[in-house]
């Protein structure tokens, strides 16, 4: 069973950047799609980027695109997000999810079977 744990999470100034990190248990990472969503206290959780399996494919929600990039290191199993020129806004509880039943992204929750724990970023302003 996959596994996603996440890191790089902290508070940062307006303009600031951070990367967040998830690294995934198990021997089949490079054959699912991996996401990024996140939520806000008050609001529903919503979705950020996400990748294939093969790494190509990026999608972006439009109020990221720009200034965030999700890559991912199959070899490490681990997908990252960087976020460049942070905004107030930007702040939340960052979560990764595995869409492990397909190699092809989506902008969907209901697609990701895997979720990790969540890592809170904090932009100050």
């Known amino acids: 069973q996959v596994q996603l744990v996440e890191s790089g999470g902290g508070l940062v100034q307006a303009g600031g950047s951070l990367r967040l990190s998830c690294t995934a248990s198990?021997?089949?990472?490079?054959?699912?799609?991996m996401g990024w969503f996140r939520q806000a206290p008050g609001k529903e959780r919503e979705f950020v980027a996400a990748i294939s399996g093969a790494g190509r494919s990026p999608n972006y929600a439009d109020a990221v695109k720009g200034r965030f990039i999700i890559s991912r290191d199959n070899v490490k199993n681990t997908v990252y997000l960087q976020m460049n020129s942070l905004k107030p806004e930007n702040t939340a509880v960052y979560y990764c999810?595995?869409?492990?039943?397909?190699?092809?992204?989506?902008?969907?929750?209901?697609?990701?079977?895997?979720w990790g724990q969540g890592t809170q970023v904090t932009v100050s302003s």
């Open positions: 198990g021997r089949t990472f490079g054959t699912y799609a």
């Open positions: 999810a595995a869409h492990t039943t397909s190699p092809y992204p989506s902008d969907l929750a209901i697609d990701y079977d895997r």
